[in-house]
């Protein structure tokens, strides 16, 4: 064990931690430039009030999404991005990808151990908005491998990783994630509506140990593209019919909008009697 290069190997343990890097919508909260009531209370309070753009990470080799606040998640949260083997993208839009940060892996801006490379796991949309900066994958040391619906795909860290078919920017394939690993079955479910018949019939086959599902809306309708509050436990009944959900499984709701009007504490108040957990930035579930 001792020739193996620190930096690129990563200990095997029971579990790993997946870890929420952000948990607001597009805008941020409080959003960029905005003077609405929840995002002067957010500024006020702080705390679990004040939301990243969502990105997520399990252990220190596999990443979720690569957006606007990369940067700042990576020196708030002490994060490794050279130690990256996969990148696992859920869709093109910009607060979910940022390709010129991507691009700065490339020698003459960053130094990245030799055997460094990251495969990037997305649609052709994403793989066209990264190939736009005209710089070699290579030279950033990254590949791109295309997303197959429903197939598995073997990750590090004992991880396998299966992309399903999210309700969500109509033009193109947007996914979510079902990550597996020891036995334990681990749904990101953010950036979707009500999900189309070959997702649920996936989901049927599946036992979650924690479901992460989005909340966009909050208090105010949703069902398309997001979902709101009451759609959430729409979703959670769902999944339990099919099975997916049992009385051990672990719900957890993020990707909230200040639009949506309510505060960390009033999520809580909402989803806490339903025993549903609110994700705030840090938030980090053993997996």
């Known amino acids: 064990m001792s020739d193996v290069d620190p930096?690129?190997?990563?200990?095997?343990?029971?579990t790993v931690i997946f870890k929420i890097l952000g948990t607001a919508a597009a805008e941020g909260w409080p959003a960029l430039g905005c003077i609405c009531d929840?995002?002067?209370?957010?500024?006020?309070?702080?705390?679990?009030?004040?939301?990243?753009r969502a990105a997520y990470q399990l252990g220190e080799t596999i990443h979720v999404d690569f957006g606007p606040d990369s940067y700042a998640q990576m020196l708030e949260f002490g994060l490794h991005y050279e130690r990256l083997e996969h990148l696992l993208m859920t869709h093109s839009h910009a607060d979910h990808l940022l390709p010129s940060d991507l691009a700065y892996r490339h020698r003459g801006y960053s130094v990245l151990p030799?055997?460094?490379m990251m495969t990037i796991h997305g649609n052709a949309h994403v793989e066209a908005r990264i190939r736009s900066n005209d710089l070699p994958l290579?030279?950033?040391?990254?590949?791109?491998?295309p997303v197959r619906l429903f197939k598995p795909v073997a990750l590090s860290e004992g991880v396998t990783a299966t992309a399903i078919l999210a309700d969500h920017a109509g033009e193109e394939e947007a996914v979510n994630w079902v990550l597996q690993r020891e036995g334990r079955t681990?749904?990101?479910?953010?950036?979707?509506?009500?999900?189309?018949?070959p997702t649920w019939e996936f989901m049927a086959t599946q036992t979650l140990d924690v479901a992460l599902i989005e909340c966009t809306y909050g208090p105010n309708p949703g069902g398309e593209h997001h979902l709101g509050a009451a759609n959430v436990l729409e979703v959670r009944d769902e999944l339990s019919k099919l099975g997916a959900i049992t009385a051990d499984t672990r719900v957890v709701v993020t990707h909230f909008s200040h639009n949506s009007g309510w505060l960390h504490e009033q999520y809580e108040e909402f989803f806490g009697p339903e025993g549903i957990e609110v994700a705030y930035d840090g938030m980090e579930i053993e997996f």
């Not at 690129?8 to 343990?13: A, D, G, I, L, P």
């Open 138 to 145: 290579e030279d950033c040391f990254a590949r791109f491998e």
């Open 114 to 116: 030799e055997d460094a």
């Open 186 to 197: 681990f749904l990101q479910g953010n950036d979707t509506g009500w999900w189309p018949e």
């Open 7 to 14: 930096v690129s190997y990563v200990k095997q343990e029971d």
């Open 38 to 52: 929840a995002c002067r209370e957010a500024w006020r309070l702080g705390g679990k009030n004040v939301r990243r």
